[in-house]
């Protein structure tokens, strides 16, 4: 499912709003959410799971084509944990 | 402080104007059609965010680390989500300050 996917169905469960009205707002929930992240802040939803920032120290990495060694910087990097409900229904399906 | 269901919701109604009511109901659906998607074995791709994808994983050796009793990890299948390439470099140039 892509995002524009995920708007049509959206609209279609939600028909007292309208199409562009409901895909914009989840642009701006989507966008919302990355500016969050990207300001150090999680994100929890209850059932779903949540969104963090996860720490990567420095480290010599290589480059690959010449085999150069280079250093790199510590990094965040964004990580998400799936909440009970979402990991239960997730893993249910397996069975179906 | 972390973001929740109902700040995204307030978030709408002060950015775009999206009453109360329907803000709301939108935010719900977003996460709950995520989780419908995923929960058919469908991939779901948010280009610029990221993408969620579903992995089985085969039975494997555990033990109950209280006991010391080896018990098999069942099949199970996970959630797990790749951040996209924007939202990877938007956190990085953040340059947000080391943990302690």
Same mark, same amino acid.
């Given at each position: 499912?892509?995002?524009?996917?995920?708007?049509?169905?959206?609209?279609?469960?939600?028909?007292s709003?309208?199409?562009?009205?409901?895909?914009?707002?989840?642009?701006?929930?989507?966008?919302?959410?990355?500016?969050?992240?990207?300001?150090?802040?999680?994100?929890?939803?209850?059932?779903?799971?949540?969104?963090?920032?996860?720490?990567?120290?420095?480290?010599?990495?290589?480059n690959?084509?010449?085999?150069?060694?280079?250093?790199?910087?510590?990094?965040?990097?964004?990580?998400?944990?799936?909440?009970?409900?979402?990991r239960?229904?997730?893993?249910?399906?397996?069975?179906? | 402080?972390?973001?929740?269901?109902?700040?995204?919701?307030?978030h709408l109604? *002060?950015?775009? %104007?999206? &009453?109360? #009511?329907?803000?709301?109901? /939108?935010?719900?659906?977003?996460?709950e059609?995520?989780?419908?998607?995923?929960?058919?074995?469908?991939?779901?791709?948010?280009?610029?965010?990221?993408?969620?994808?579903?992995?089985?994983?085969? *039975?494997?050796? %555990?033990? &109950?680390? #209280?006991?010391?009793?080896? /018990?098999?990890?069942?099949?199970?299948?996970?959630?797990?989500?790749?951040?996209?390439?924007?939202?990877?470099?938007?956190?990085?140039?953040a340059?947000?300050p080391?943990?302690?």
């Amino acid at each position: 499912m892509t995002k524009s996917e995920l708007i049509e169905i959206i609209a279609e469960k939600y028909p007292s709003m309208q199409l562009r009205d409901v895909e914009a707002s989840v642009k701006e929930i989507i966008e919302y959410m990355s500016d969050s992240l990207s300001s150090g802040d999680r994100i929890e939803i209850r059932g779903f799971g949540s969104f963090s920032l996860h720490y990567r120290g420095p480290r010599v990495g290589r480059n690959p084509k010449t085999g150069e060694k280079v250093d790199l910087d510590g990094k965040y990097v964004p990580y998400f944990k799936p909440g009970k409900e979402m990991r239960e229904r997730v893993n249910a399906s397996l069975t179906k | 402080m972390a973001l929740t269901k109902a700040e995204i919701a307030e978030h709408l109604f *002060e950015q775009l %104007g999206v &009453n109360k #009511k329907d803000s709301k109901e /939108i935010v719900e659906l977003f996460f709950e059609e995520i989780r419908a998607a995923l929960e058919n074995g469908e991939q779901v791709k948010l280009s610029g965010f990221g993408n969620f994808d579903i992995r089985d994983k085969s *039975e494997r050796p %555990g033990r &109950n680390p #209280k006991t010391g009793e080896d /018990i098999p990890i069942t099949a199970r299948r996970v959630v797990t989500f790749k951040p996209g390439q924007k939202l990877k470099a938007r956190v990085e140039e953040a340059d947000l300050p080391k943990p302690e």
